[in-house]
């Protein structure tokens, strides 16, 4: 009787208890299903703010906080080429070259590559008349040759980029006159025709110099003037591609390793045209420090006497993307410039010296296997460009901002998902402590004894006592 009576007593108690719980359980339920942030209206803000502000920095430090290092370690080639860190060599060394080729000539005219070794060293030389004698001579050989031969594919490669090349730079150091534009029509055919019989020649250099002498050819017009060269480019690889943003990226990319191939290969070192085009495809890559750094090799030129080809060209006008740098970044890319080409003069003037010392003792590199043994100044020194650890300050405080309400919102999601695993597993923790305080309880408390039967003198005596009570009454 009184164990029931206890256990009525305790469970109520608990029932009690239980109650008040899942009262207060249900209001976090509740902002549960409201959504975790329901009831953190000032967190929720803070996430919408660091969002914006994410938003602000990683579009706002684009146009200013351009680092001239990170973007020449994409395109390092072209970095190395606008300062001039790359092989040039002294006027002895195609001399030499020529006269020893012209020498074996006599004896050997049948070996085709001499013809071309010939021709580009007179070209250097600037003697692009006799560049195209040699390339005529080979024509003769290569005519005469069956064309089912292998080599013959590539040999006639050789005679039309060379010969095209050779034709257009006679016009150029001529005068370029407009009245002998025949010339430059036949170039640009014979270079049509070398990229016809190998596309993907030096890195689809010959491409832009097609669009180089098409551009000489039909100039167009920008702002009533002639259109320059990278406004040609522009408008005829770039323009087009404008609702497809990778191939307009892949075509840009293309330019920028085509118009380095021009400076390299070419006789473009000293072109206007080609470092303002340069400058363009970088400014539209999105790449404002590095067309800064071309701006400025183009802005040398044209302080030594260097002019584009056509003088009237607004070279300022506005060709595409313009990101522009901020005043203190190119102050920073212009000190690095002036660096940059004083040491890479420096270094073509140790090389030029260390070749022409071999030269004059009669050695040269086509003949001489050790010629450049100890010379440490055959290869261009690394680029090393002014460190600004500051550029990297916009985008840890674009991360911090992301990350701070990311992890606290992370910390209330964590606490909200304990409560509702509290408040889930409340009631099994329940019905679990009931069934085992019965099991205790049945276990420490035995089930009563049957009577026993009492003494028989007991029994006697419990009746007379009866009797007595009775008698009484």
Known sequence: MLLPLFRGQRGGRRNKATSLHRQRDEGEIQTLRNGFLGRHTMLRRLFILGLLLAQGLSWGCLNDRDSLEMEADRFPDTAKVITGHFERNPPLYYEMRLNRVAAENGAHPDRLAAYDDAGVAADRLGRSAEGIRWMEAKREHL??????????????????????????????????????????????????????????????????????????????????????????????????????????????????????????????????????????????????????????????????????????????????????????????VEKDYRRLRERADAWQERRAGAMLSRLRSGSHPDTDRAFWDGVEEKNPPELAFTRRYGAYIPYILMLLVILIPLILIAALFCKLCWKAAKVIALPLKERYSRGKTRRLQEERIPPPAEAEPLPEYLAVCEDREQEKVEALH
């Open 143 to 332: 005519e005469r040759i069956d064309p089912k031969q292998v080599s013959q594919k590539e040999h006639w490669y050789r005679y039309y980029a060379n010969v095209g090349t050779f034709r257009v730079h006679r016009w150029l150091k001529e005068g370029a006159d407009r009245s002998r534009l025949a010339e430059v029509k036949r170039a640009r055919n014979e270079i049509a025709r070398a990229i016809e019989i190998k596309p993907d020649a030096h890195f689809g250099r010959e491409k832009y110099q097609l669009d180089a002498m098409n551009w000489i050819l039909y100039p167009g017009k920008l702002n009533g003037k002639p259109e320059p060269f990278a406004a040609y480019l522009y408008r005829k690889r770039i323009q087009p591609l404008q609702g497809d943003s990778d191939a307009r990226s892949e075509a840009t990319d293309a330019a920028i390793k085509g118009l380095s191939g021009l400076i390299v290969m070419g006789n473009a070192w000293e072109s206007v045209d080609i470092f303002h085009a340069l400058s363009a495809m970088l400014d539209s890559k999105g790449l404002g420090s590095l067309a800064h750094l071309a701006r400025l090799r183009q802005e040398e030129l044209i302080r030594r006497g260097r002019k584009p080809l056509y003088a009237a060209a607004d070279l300022d006008a506005p060709i595409g993307r313009r990101d522009g740098v901020s005043p203190r970044e190119k102050a920073r």
